[in-house]
């Protein structure tokens, strides 16, 4: 890694076999700190010969499920448990974990709209580009694990994308089923800035998914999480002689359509009038929008533009309008490995 490359370098050595605990530096002069650095963890766990896995959380600050876990796994592998190489990145918009924030209050930057990135750019910018131009072509598998953050509260699911070559599909899929879980979506490539999308495929394979939300850590969504973590590190081979645990009969699912989506139409409180976990239909009431300055007005009802399993809803009260207030996922044919 040369600071020539990239703004950002690290003290760890990606090649050596062992358990690292380091720091990704990335310069950040300020009046505070003229010579300052912003260090970001990320561990390196290697033993002989074997696949690398990169397991990354963090990538909005306000998500909590994929840091505490991945905090919990740089303390408890040992490299004598491994055979191939684990990469951790537990907070990697650090500046946004910090203050526990969706984007970066150093540049406002949400991470996982700015890949490629650009190694001069914004804070945010640089810490895409470093993941998706030094870590990624190392990684044979790539986890990203988000939550719904502050706004949004989510029914956990695991996520995968396909790319339409058939061997690495078919590794996805396989490695999703390990995974485990109730939920799982399924993702094309995307081309909006996000994480995967600077996944090299087909040789690497990428997984994701929403694990909670609300801003809190949840009991059983952090152990899902670790749960799902460990069992895809055992599909690998990662960790000889540990088995995949898991006898889960997966849900494969989508929301990757425009009216599985539900907007604020005013500025109000939005007041729910399903659970998460419901199964809606096409016009039924989402919730109401009240104008709560107003009594006298008649709240403003929200309805459903299409059927589906209520995967997402709006985790705190107040609304703008264009808010996202839910959205659904539906049904797909079981995927085919
Ligand atoms: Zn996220």
Same mark, same amino acid.
């Given at each position: 890694m040369s600071v020539y490359q990239t703004s950002l370098y690290t003290d760890v050595d990606f090649d050596r076999r062992g358990k690292q605990i380091g720091r990704l530096k990335m310069p950040h002069s300020v009046t505070r700190s003229a010579y300052g650095v912003i260090p970001i963890p990320i561990a390196v766990i290697a033993n002989g010969d074997g696949p690398t896995l990169i397991l990354m959380a963090g990538n909005h600050g306000d998500e909590y499920e994929g840091q505490i876990a991945l905090g919990r796994l740089i303390r408890d592998l040992e490299p004598e448990a491994v055979q191939g190489r684990v990469i951790i990145l537990p907070s990697a918009n650090l500046p946004a974990a910090r203050h526990g924030v969706r984007v970066s209050p150093l540049d406002g930057g949400n991470l996982n709209r700015m890949f490629p990135g650009d190694p001069e750019g914004s804070p945010t910018r640089q810490i895409a580009h470093y993941i998706g131009t030094v870590l990624m072509p190392m990684a044979d598998v790539f986890v990203d694990l988000h939550s719904g953050g502050a706004s949004l509260d989510y029914i956990p699911f695991v996520a995968v994308t396909l790319c339409g070559d058939a061997q690495h599909d078919s590794r996805a899929l396989a490695a999703t089923k390990a995974f485990g879980g109730r939920y799982a979506q399924v993702w094309a490539p995307s081309?909006?800035?996000? *994480?995967?999308?600077?996944?090299?495929?087909?040789?690497?394979?990428?997984?994701? @998914?929403?694990?909670? +939300?609300?801003? /809190?850590?949840?009991?059983?969504?952090? *152990?899902?999480?670790?749960?799902?973590?460990?069992?895809?590190?055992?599909?690998? @081979?990662?960790?000889? +002689?540990?088995? /995949?645990?898991?006898?889960d009969s997966m849900r494969w699912m989508t929301s990757a359509s425009e009216d599985l989506y539900t907007f604020a139409p005013d500025y109000g409180v939005f007041a729910p009038a399903c659970r998460l976990g419901d199964t809606v239909s096409k016009g039924q009431l989402a919730g109401e929008v009240h104008a709560i300055e107003h009594p006298e007005r008649p709240a403003i009802p929200v309805f459903f533009s299409a059927p589906g399993l209520l995967i997402c809803l709006r985790a705190i009260g107040r609304v703008e309008p264009g808010d996202c207030l839910a959205h659904l996922a539906i049904d797909i044919d079981d995927p085919v490995i």
């Open positions: 081309t909006s800035g996000v *994480a995967e999308s600077s996944v090299p495929r087909p040789q690497c394979i990428s997984l994701g @998914g929403e694990f909670g +939300g609300g801003g /809190v850590v949840d009991i059983d969504h952090t *152990a899902y999480v670790e749960r799902g973590v460990r069992n895809l590190m055992a599909h690998l @081979g990662i960790l000889p +002689g540990v088995e /995949v645990q898991n006898d």
